[in-house]
């Protein structure tokens, strides 16, 4: 069974900093990936996603996103934290001929950032 | 703005009640979804419905029936709540097909607390 993992459960960054949160999958041919974002009270919004083609990922916000296939990786980056990305962020993916939307997602980074 | 929209943002039941979580989408989605989410452990799929009266277990159908009557709506049933199905969950819908704008609308959640 195809399974999301992001290892770290919780990260603190200063406001202003670089930020990178991993997630890897396990799945033997490339899945679609995606990456949400959900803020106190809210629901999960979509931040960027990857079927194909450029491997590296623009998203909303000013995030971006990189597949690498020899790691089976799809990490998140964002080159300068703001206090308004506090939040927790989920890597989740879809298996090419499973139903839009179907999707396994990972266990969650909790993102504090300090002023 | 598109919307969905879960009917209680928060529910205080006792075990063994039946429960319904109500979910209404207005984008004329085919997709509907309901999602568990739990601390440490992420989101995950319980059931989900491509079409009206038309539906598929998730990852963790047990105790969970589901109800798709009318397109815009998903009901989620709890025949018997126990202790153990206390969570939030999440409902969400997504277009059937349309490429690269594959997307999961959410809505804000409800808070399940079953004593």
């Known amino acids: 069974a195809q399974s999301v993992t992001q290892p770290d459960i919780h990260i603190t960054v200063s406001e202003g900093a670089s930020l990178e949160l991993r997630c890897n999958y396990s799945?033997?041919?490339?899945?679609?990936l995606f990456w949400y974002v959900q803020s106190p009270g809210q629901g999960l919004q979509l931040l960027l996603k990857y079927f194909s083609g450029d491997t590296l990922v623009q998203g909303i916000k000013g995030f971006e996103a990189e597949f690498k296939r020899s790691q089976s990786s799809f990490n998140l980056r964002k080159p300068s934290v703001h206090w308004s990305d506090a939040a927790e962020y989920f890597c989740a993916v879809r298996r090419s001929g499973t139903s839009y939307g179907k999707l396994t997602f990972g266990q969650g980074t909790i993102l504090t950032v300090h002023p | 703005d598109v919307k969905v929209t879960q009917s209680s943002r928060y529910l205080v039941k006792r075990t063994g009640e039946k429960v319904f979580l109500e979910c209404v989408q207005d984008?004329?989605?085919?997709?509907m979804f309901w999602y568990r989410q739990d601390p440490g452990l992420g989101l995950r799929l319980i059931y989900f419905s491509y079409d009206v009266k038309m539906k598929e277990k998730g990852d963790i159908p047990e105790g969970y029936s589901v109800s798709r009557e009318k397109k815009e709506r998903f009901s989620l049933i709890l025949e018997s709540a126990s202790t153990n199905q206390t969570s939030m969950y999440l409902c969400a819908s997504s277009p059937s097909s349309g490429g690269f704008g594959e997307k999961l609308f959410f809505g804000s959640g409800t808070q399940l607390s079953v004593l």
């Open positions: 984008m004329d989605h085919e997709n």
């Open positions: 799945y033997g041919a490339t899945p679609y």
